[in-house]
């Protein structure tokens, strides 16, 4: 039998279904799988049920599949440690993430960007500053649509923003940016990667591919081994210190690019509108980025100037009786929650708990200080965080049922002048489906207490 146009998508997510809608578009023929019944999908695998070369493996996997198809596609949030998975690697099926599968296809340049925290609006924002400079510009990948799902769209002249995760450069093969960012790496996702040398591997994987022709840009003050294999002429940096002056960095209040030979001033550091030490080192990245597609120093400036950051990135709200709400909702690790504590300027109630990705939230507890004056805690993570308060006698810390209540609570825990933040710390599959739907239904609960005390 000829295998060469039959595939196999594993997992009925975003990018699963997109993944699968294309190939069938390209004339092949696709296996569905997933783990969950049909009634369990619900609409979600609706599109692709009026194409004729299509079929729906749900609950559990039939490795036969394996002797008839020449190609499987995983979705990000699929293990790779899956026997199934593992077996169709061995016996030599091309075995790929969707963003592999998707580059393969693209015509336009690409931008990629990786780290624990701040790709989201480190994302965004070097697409404004491309879009600013008259580029084409797209903006995919965890940040909104699906980048295979953009491709009849994208023209060779274009600039496609990508952020990327871990868990899609698990699968990556052929993957080369042509230019590549990575802003940080901390402990995360470690009940997947099992170990912080592991994430980090997997992380640099995005260099793994690059040339003389592309450029990598790297945090300054990141040590990691990983790296030192990557020294390509077009190694730059962002370095919010001004110690590495080579690419995009800070020195004295102010922002270049370039090199120390041969730079240009960008802005002042204090015009960034977005908040938060870290969004400086977000905004070095995109200016470092975009420099390095060719973008002038003044449209960088212009963009910094006035970029008003991301949903769900320690985002404004509304104030309710003179308490201001944030909805930090992409705060799924402690790193990024400990930048938006930092980030407030007020005495402020904290929203914490969730999913367990396998770490521990003592780091959490080492720098929280008088300002956050109250803690609600929620989710599957509830007894580890407690345990991490009380070895580190944090006393004003409650544990609460539901995200209602916990909003309520520190609501009620708040006087005018002071802050409610939700940056959970924590993934949010316990309670909901994505990050997204936390955060908008943090705002829909702040539109309540609007509405009830205003």
């Not at 600013?132 to 699906?146: C, E, K, M, Q």
């Not at 009786?321 to 402690?334: A, I, L, P, R």
């Not at 109630?349 to 003592?362: E, P």
Request: glycine fraction near 8%.
């Amino acid at each position: 039998m000829n295998n060469d146009k039959n595939a196999v998508v594993v997992g009925c997510a975003k990018s699963g279904i997109a993944a699968a809608e294309w190939l069938l578009q390209k004339g092949w023929s696709v296996c569905v799988y997933d783990s969950k019944s049909k009634e369990a999908l619900g609409s979600r695998i609706s599109s692709l049920e009026a194409y004729d070369k299509v079929n729906f493996m749900l609950g559990s996997f039939n490795e036969d599949i394996l002797n008839s198809v020449s190609l499987m596609v995983v979705s990000p949030g699929v293990p790779t440690s899956l026997p199934f998975i593992k077996k169709a690697i061995e016996i030599g099926i091309d075995v790929v993430s969707e963003i592999e599968l998707a580059y393969r296809n693209c015509p336009a340049k690409i931008i990629a960007i990786t780290g624990t925290n701040g790709k989201t609006t480190t994302t965004a924002l070097t697409g404004e500053i491309i879009r600013a400079s008259g580029v084409n510009t797209f903006v995919l990948g965890n940040i909104g649509d699906v980048f295979i799902e953009s491709l009849n769209k994208i023209g060779k002249d274009d600039i496609v923003v990508l952020e990327v995760s871990s868990f899609q450069l698990e699968l990556i093969k052929s993957f080369k940016p042509a230019v590549s960012v990575l802003l940080n790496i901390t402990p995360d996702h470690l009940d997947r990667h099992k170990t912080v040398e592991e994430y980090t591997r997997v992380k640099c994987r995005i260099f793994e591919n690059l040339t003389e022709d592309d450029a990598m840009i790297v945090n300054a003050s990141l040590d990691i081994k990983n790296l030192q294999a990557f020294d390509l002429p077009k190694h730059g940096y962002f370095d919010a210190t001004g110690n590495v002056k080579n690419g995009a960095w800070c020195e004295n209040g102010d922002i270049y690019v370039g090199t120390e030979d041969k730079c240009e001033f960008v802005c002042r550091a204090d015009e960034i509108f977005i908040l938060g030490a870290h969004n400086l080192e977000n905004a070095l990245a995109a200016a470092g980025a975009a420099y390095a597609v060719g973008v002038d120093a003044a449209v960088i400036a212009r963009t910094l100037k006035t970029f008003r950051g991301v949903e769900h990135r320690i985002e404004y709200v509304n104030e309710v009786e003179g308490v201001k709400y944030y909805n930090d909702s992409k705060g799924t690790n402690c790193d990024a929650t400990i930048c938006a504590i930092r980030a407030m300027k007020t005495p402020t109630a904290l929203i914490l708990g969730g999913y367990d990705k396998g770490g521990d939230f003592d780091a959490l507890f080492e720098v929280i200080d008088n300002k956050i004056k109250y803690i609600a805690v929620i989710g599957a993570t509830t007894d580890k965080i407690m345990q991490s308060a009380n070895k580190y006698s944090y006393k004003n810390i409650e544990a609460l049922k539901t995200f209602e209540e916990a909003v309520y609570a520190c609501a009620d825990h708040c006087e005018k002048g002071d802050s409610v933040l939700l940056s959970p710390a924590c993934a949010s599959w316990d309670m909901f489906d994505n990050y997204e739907q936390r955060g908008k239904i943090f705002k829909e609960i702040v539109g309540r207490i609007g509405e009830e005390r205003n």
